[in-house]
Every structure is written in structure tokens, then in C-alpha cells.
């Protein structure tokens, strides 16, 4: 099993105690995202555990905990989204020189063939435009890319609930401009480029398909080949393998103005205050006369 933490929230920034608790009870219950009545108590043994992807704007907070992983026989990966925007876009984040060296330091900590960057999304408005972004990305390619080795992009995807003037369209030329650019940035800094779920192909600009639980990857960091499929409940074009989330929406408080798994702030802080990191469910408790099914998963070595 893939295990992945989370597409949904950001437990290594806000819930690593909670993860590292039910690691060492070796199980966790989740709730189905879209039926609430319907939990799931799945198995966390390193024994059926292949590899851990960890997604993250900032890992300071679970950083300490990796060792007791290491420990234990977990294998693990991050995916760690830095991007050079202020806290009108990512309102509750620390300053992004302090993040920019936390990069770097889990990096030594763990080895770059561990860590992914994913400069995503990336948004153009009358602030954000493409020579900043040219500026900030070369920047960051100069202070980061010694410290991984694959780097992740997407172009912002305007859905119905995102209500904001902060983030427009973005227009096929702009996408074009800022691909070239990037894929000719990062090759000269030795970076591989891919990009995530582009319904266009970027390839001509150095910029293959992203797989971002990509098997390749995973079977690198276990260290054998895995039996694993494509995930059939990812979105179009998405090319990850399949993996089980323990997130839950509508828990993160990063506060991005651009994200798909959490909406009203209120609701958030609400949830987020309700948090106990010794309960099995990451968001409240099991009622008296819920079931609890067994999550059928196995090692996919």
C-alpha cells in the first residue's frame, strides 16, 4: 500500500503528532470524503506500508518525527510545494526564506532523491506576472536545486467555488512563454521537469508528464519493483499510482486562496480547534452505533 498524507490537508505541517501516534498504534480510521457514515480502519504496519507520500507546504513540524519512521522500517517521500507568493495567496504560511531552508534542511536530512518540489500552482495576475515569475524561478532554481532532483509544475486551474480577483486565466501564449522558460531554466540547473495534470502536452519545452506518485520513484525509494496500478479516482490526466489518503477536507490552515480541499476559514478553525492528536479519526470520534469496515489493502511488493 501507498500510503498518502495528504492530498486533502497538511498533516506534516498541522498533524504530525496525530500521524506519528496512529504509526505507532499501527492502524488509523478514515472517514469516505464523500459519504460521512462510511469509516474505514486501515492497517499502518511497515509490513504492508510500501512507502509514505508525504504533501507539504512546510515539513518543519514533522521533521523531527522522520527518525522514529526510519526506526521502524518506513519508507518515504515528500512532495513539497514552494512557491514564491506572499500571504495575500497562502495567508497563514511562514516567510518563504524560512520554508526555502527548511527545503534544504530536510533535504540533507533525508536525500534529495526524496524530496520533490512542485512549484504549483503557478498564477498570473496584475502583480504576479511573467517576468516575476522568470525572476523568482530562476532564484529558487539557484538556492534549491542542489537539494532535489525533480521538479513538479501546474498552471492554476479556475474552478466554480474559487471566488477571488487575486487569480485569473491564464492564456495558452502565457503558457507557452513561461513553459519554455522553465523547462530551459531547470535543465541548466540539472533539474528533471514535469508538469501535472496539463491537458496540453509541454514536451517540446523540455516539460514531460507528470506522474506525481509515479512508480519509478516509489520503487527507488523502497529499494524493489512494485506490483502497483494507475489510481482510477484521481482526476483526468492525472498519472499517480493508486494510494490510500487518511486526510480529511476542510482541515488545513495554510489558508491558500487557490485550494480545492478546504473552503469557509471558519469551518476550518473550527475543525482544526476540535483536533485531538490521541484520537484515531484526524477529525472528531467514532459514535456509538457506527461501523467500521476493514480496509482491505496489502503490500505491493
Known amino acids: 500500500m501507498i500510503l498518502s498524507a495528504s492530498r486533502r490537508t497538511d498533516i506534516p505541517c498541522f498533524y504530525s503528532d ?5 504509526i505507532r498504534a499501527g492502524y488509523v480510521l478514515t472517514r469516505n470524503p464523500m459519504n460521512h457514515a462510511q469509516l474505514s480502519r486501515i ?4 509490513e504492508i506500508v510500501d512507502c509514505i507520500v508525504f504533501w507539504t507546504k512546510d515539513a ?9 519512521l526510519d526506526g521502524m522500517g518506513y519508507k518515504y517521500c515528500f512532495q513539497f510545494t514552494l512557491t514564491p507568493y506572499n500571504r495575500s495567496l497562502e495567508r497563514n504560511l511562514r516567510g518563504k526564506a524560512e520554508i526555502e531552508d527548511t527545503f534544504i534542511a530536510l533535504s540533507k536530512q533525508i536525500g534529495k532523491k526524496q524530496i520533490i518540489w512542485r512549484y504549483d500552482p503557478i498564477i498570473l495576475n496584475s502583480t504576479l506576472d511573467i517576468a516575476y515569475h522568470r525572476a523568482q524561478f530562476e532564484r529558487m532554481c539557484d538556492k ?3 537539494y532535489t532532483e525533480t521538479l513538479i509544475i501546474s498552471f492554476v486551474d479556475i474552478y466554480t467555488k474559487l471566488k477571488t480577483n487575486l487569480i485569473r486565466e491564464i492564456t495558452p501564449d502565457e503558457i507557452i512563454k513561461l513553459s519554455k522558460f522553465i523547462g530551459k531554466t531547470a535543465k541548466a540547473y540539472g533539474l528533471s521537469v514535469v508538469a501535472c495534470c496539463e491537458k496540453d502536452s509541454l514536451i517540446q519545452y523540455g516539460i514531460e508528464k507528470a506522474s506525481c506518485i509515479d512508480k519509478i520513484m516509489l520503487e527507488k525509494v523502497c529499494g524493489c519493483k512494485l506490483n502497483i496500478l494507475p489510481d482510477k479516482n484521481q482526476r483526468p490526466g492525472c498519472g ?4 490510500v489518503d487518511i486526510g480529511a477536507y476542510n482541515t488545513c490552515l495554510n489558508g491558500c486562496v487557490y485550494c480545492y480541499a478546504n473552503g469557509n476559514p471558519a469551518v476550518i478553525e473550527r475543525r482544526y480547534n476540535s483536533h ?6 484526524i477529525i472528531g470520534t467514532v459514535a456509538d452505533k457506527e461501523k ?5 489493502v496489502k503490500s505491493h511488493r
Open 144 to 146: 534549491l536545486a542542489d
Open 60 to 68: 518543519k513540524n514533522i521533521m523531527p518525527h522522520l527518525g522514529v
Open 18 to 22: 496525530w500521524f506519528m501516534n496512529r
Open 276 to 281: 485531538n492528536p490521541q484520537n484515531e479519526l
Open 240 to 243: 499517480c499510482m493508486e494510494s
Open 43 to 46: 492497517p499502518l504496519s511497515p
Open 292 to 296: 467500521i469496515m476493514e480496509r482491505k
